[in-house]
């Protein structure tokens, strides 16, 4: 989860988005979507899937650069 919440971290800062416009978007409280981003909050489906839409990614893509990373690590 650590790492998909840092992939979601990243693509927010890469689009220049602040935490406020992100959740607003998900339909998320902002501190929700920041302990999401720092892998210390699990998550619903339904939440992952709103944001991968908000930033037009595949969900599959948001999973699998995180069992990469994951992979590459261990």
């Given at each position: 989860m650590?790492?998909?919440g840092?992939?979601?971290?990243?693509?927010?800062?890469?689009r220049r988005?602040?935490v406020e416009?992100v959740a607003?978007?998900?339909?998320?409280?902002?501190?929700l979507?920041?302990r999401i981003?720092?892998?210390?909050q699990?998550?619903?489906?339904?939440?992952?899937?709103?944001?991968?839409?908000?930033?037009?990614?595949?969900?599959?893509?948001?999973?699998?650069?995180?069992?990469?990373i994951?992979?590459?690590?261990?």
């Amino acid at each position: 989860m650590k790492k998909i919440g840092q992939n979601l971290a990243d693509l927010r800062r890469a689009r220049r988005k602040d935490v406020e416009t992100v959740a607003i978007a998900a339909n998320v409280r902002s501190d929700l979507l920041l302990r999401i981003e720092k892998g210390q909050q699990d998550f619903r489906l339904k939440t992952l899937f709103a944001l991968c839409k908000y930033y037009s990614v595949d969900f599959e893509s948001i999973i699998n650069q995180a069992e990469l990373i994951s992979f590459k690590l261990t």
